[in-house]
């Protein structure tokens, strides 16, 4: 590169003429400096990710975290005989999470990490499959009769649907009511049959936060299998829960402590506190893992058994999700949720005072802000409205209709995560006090005559 090129200014360059957005691969290099500057002057109008109130996902990290795994993205986490040390971590890992998770026997349970949660979602769901079909035709069922099915929720997150439809399942849910703002219980067995390959419970419904009772689901889970000679399991998906309810509810009874909780998967990315993507999933047992999920791969002068759908990916975020365990222990976490938790349930009651608003979640189980507009309540806007004027103040809010049944209630969603600050809150709060008193005065809806649809992106 010419010596006029390296040191010209940037925004006198030729390249600052062009449109970063390519079609086709450029002709020439461009200085570091340059690349780098109108990249990321690219990625400018996308707002403050830390503003995000839409994301489960975590959006921040302690600079030795960033740094650390800044060093280790080189590492590929699915070779575990080059990189030892690393494959030793995320061994430490999966002990940590099943000892957080109760597992009965740390000896016999088997587990690995994933991209995220819904990888992780992949792999219960197929375990559930292959373990069902066996015992099926060991009972005489003819598999091929009609489509096995997976029970769940109608609250599920997406990665469900998309299990069911690339493994060819039948997704029968579960409605979830006014009463039931998560899995009936009373109806779930309603659901099942001979060809139900498990029950899924969910630690944290996308929609609202809630939790399943899976406590209840497992009673009701032993009376069937003894009334009808079954193993039917449930794979608990805590992909929001059950990184939170360990450190914030430790009686609650929700994992491997039931008897018929056959795995659970997470997410690390949200409330383990890493950023995305990195999931977990633990089987209480190996048995409840069928041996030809288990692949012993050659790979780079050694052999390794993997069960993982993805194969070359970084060990970055897995070093990441071992640093904060090192780093926060056991009561850092705690006092990190606590604190999440504390500031959800002050932006919740601050909602409810305005008094307009009906809480469908204060978030003193997961720190998720659920609510919407009271019916008797006679306004010129909806919460459409209000997330545009929150908008304003960089403030990205989701708005959405809940699932089947309820689909004719617009709801609105705060999620709180890890790095949101009761400074922050307050600033949330007084935005939204604002906007309401500006709503209020203003003459036109942009949004009133629009069907109920998802304005923004809610998982």
């Known amino acids: 590169m010419s010596k006029k090129n390296m040191y010209q200014p940037i925004f006198g360059s030729e390249a600052s003429k062009e449109n970063v957005i390519l079609d086709k691969i450029r002709t020439e290099s461009l200085d570091a400096t340059l690349a780098y500057r109108l990249v990321k002057d690219q990625l400018i109008n996308e707002g403050n990710a830390r503003q995000n109130m839409a994301t489960f996902c975590q959006t921040y990290m302690e600079p030795e975290a960033t740094q650390l795994m800044a060093e280790t993205f080189e590492k590929n986490a699915i070779d575990k005989t080059e990189y030892p040390s690393t494959a030793k971590i995320e061994q430490a890992c999966i002990n940590i999470i099943g000892d957080l998770w109760n597992v009965p026997n740390q000896n016999k349970m088997i587990g690995t990490s994933t991209v995220g949660s819904s990888e992780a979602c992949m792999l219960g769901g197929m375990a559930m499959k292959f373990k069902w079909r066996k015992e099926a035709e060991e009972r005489g069922i003819d598999i091929n009769k009609q489509k096995p099915n997976l029970v769940i929720s109608s609250g599920y997150q997406v990665c469900w649907e998309k299990f069911c439809v690339y493994w060819d399942i039948e997704l029968r849910t579960v409605p979830m009511d006014e009463e039931h703002m998560s899995i009936d219980t009373k109806k779930v067995l309603d659901y099942v049959d001979e060809y139900t390959i498990g029950i899924v419970g969910i630690l944290g419904i996308t929609y609202t936060g809630k939790y399943d009772n899976i406590k209840d689901l497992d009673n009701k889970v032993e009376e069937f299998n003894k009334k009808n000679n079954r193993n039917l399991g449930i794979h608990v998906d805590g992909a929001s829960g059950a990184m939170f309810a360990p450190f914030t509810t430790p009686d609650l009874e929700w994992d491997f402590r039931l008897k018929n909780v056959v795995s659970i998967n997470t997410s690390g990315h949200k409330y383990g506190l890493v950023y995305p993507g990195v999931g977990w999933i633990i089987w209480r047992d190996k048995e409840f893992l069928p041996e030809e999920l288990i692949f ?164």
């Open 296 to 459: 012993n791969v050659s790979y780079l002068g050694g052999e390794m058994p993997t069960m993982a759908i993805n194969f070359s990916r970084s060990a970055s975020q897995v070093i990441g999700q071992y640093y904060n365990f090192y780093r926060f222990g056991f009561n850092g976490y705690k006092e990190i949720h606590l604190r999440t938790r504390e500031v959800a349930m002050t932006i919740s009651e601050a909602i409810e005072e305005i008094g307009i608003f009906d809480i469908y979640n204060n978030g003193d189980n997961l720190p998720i802000v659920c609510y919407r507009l009271k019916p008797e309540v006679d306004v010129n806007w909806n919460l459409y409205d209000l997330a545009d004027r929150l908008q304003m103040k960089g403030w990205q809010v989701p708005a959405y209709p809940l699932p089947e049944n309820l689909d004719s209630i617009l709801i609105q969603r705060f999620v709180c995560r890890g790095d949101f600050g009761m400074n922050m809150a307050r600033s949330l709060i007084e935005d939204i006090k604002l906007a309401v008193t500006e709503l209020n005065k203003a003459n036109v809806s942009m949004h009133k005559n629009e069907k109920i649809h998802t304005q923004g992106f809610t998982h």
